[in-house]
């Protein structure tokens, strides 16, 4: 259904009547930017060309911040200090490679800053991906202390490849430390 609308032309000083189809042209502001454009000699293929370059040129540059973040991998070792330098802790996967989808266990070794192992610890364990906001898809907590400072860490399961992080609270004789490992699956 066409009607007349009244709509500005930035060319001329006054007003005209324009038929415009409402489902099919473009807003009076979509217009306006075209009358622009055109009093400055563009076409309206130079002006989708511009828009469409500037597009590009926005998100080749997005690609390439986000590939510099990853490119950028976190540190992966499996033997870490805790944040505040208590406690030397040591991840080891009963399963390798770290399974996808499938339940497995860790043994976590942990000990002072000194090297002595540490025994009745109580341990937490959280994580999740830093990238895509969630947590880990279980709930693992350790089961059993394996003596000489080792824990059996159960219910570990990841659902997806990337960047995740684990991060266990320790809690040993009065003193209260975290650290937190990074897997690159």
Same mark, same amino acid.
């Given at each position: 259904?066409?009607?007349?609308?009244?709509?500005?032309? +930035?060319?001329?000083?006054?007003?005209?009547?324009?038929?415009?189809?409402?489902?099919?042209?473009?807003?009076?502001?979509?217009?306006?930017?075209?009358?622009?454009?055109?009093?400055? $000699?563009?076409?309206?293929?130079?002006?989708? #060309?511009?828009?469409?370059? @500037?597009?590009?040129?926005?998100?080749? +540059?997005?690609?390439?911040?986000?590939?510099?973040?990853?490119? @950028?991998?976190?540190?992966? @070792?499996?033997?870490?200090?805790?944040?505040?330098?208590?406690?030397?802790?040591?991840?080891?996967?009963?399963?390798?490679?770290?399974?996808?989808?499938?339940?497995?266990?860790?043994?976590?070794?942990?000990?002072?800053?000194? $090297?002595?192992?540490?025994?009745?610890?109580?341990?937490?364990?959280? $994580?999740?991906?830093?990238?895509?906001?969630?947590?880990?898809?279980?709930?693992?907590? +350790?089961?059993?202390?394996?003596?000489?400072?080792?824990?059996?860490?159960?219910?570990?399961?990841?659902?997806?490849?990337?960047?995740?992080?684990?991060?266990?609270?320790?809690? @040993?004789? $009065?003193?209260?430390?975290?650290?937190? #490992?990074?897997?690159?699956?």
């Amino acid at each position: 259904m066409i009607d007349k609308t009244r709509v500005t032309d +930035i060319r001329e000083t006054g007003t005209r009547d324009v038929p415009r189809d409402e489902t099919l042209c473009p807003s009076p502001i979509a217009l306006q930017t075209a009358a622009i454009d055109r009093r400055h $000699g563009k076409s309206a293929q130079e002006s989708l #060309f511009q828009a469409s370059s @500037a597009f590009f040129i926005l998100a080749l +540059i997005g690609l390439l911040f986000v590939t510099d973040l990853r490119a @950028a991998d976190p540190d992966t @070792a499996t033997n870490r200090t805790s944040d505040n330098g208590h406690f030397v802790v040591v991840i080891e996967s009963r399963v390798e490679p770290i399974p996808l989808n499938s339940l497995h266990a860790w043994v976590v070794s942990l000990n002072t800053a000194d $090297g002595t192992p540490v025994d009745d610890a109580a341990i937490d364990v959280d $994580g999740g991906m830093p990238m895509h906001n969630h947590g880990l898809p279980t709930a693992p907590r +350790i089961t059993e202390a394996l003596g000489d400072g080792k824990y059996l860490l159960e219910g570990v399961k990841f659902q997806m490849p990337g960047h995740w992080t684990v991060t266990f609270g320790i809690d @040993a004789d $009065g003193t209260t430390d975290s650290v937190t #490992f990074n897997l690159m699956l």
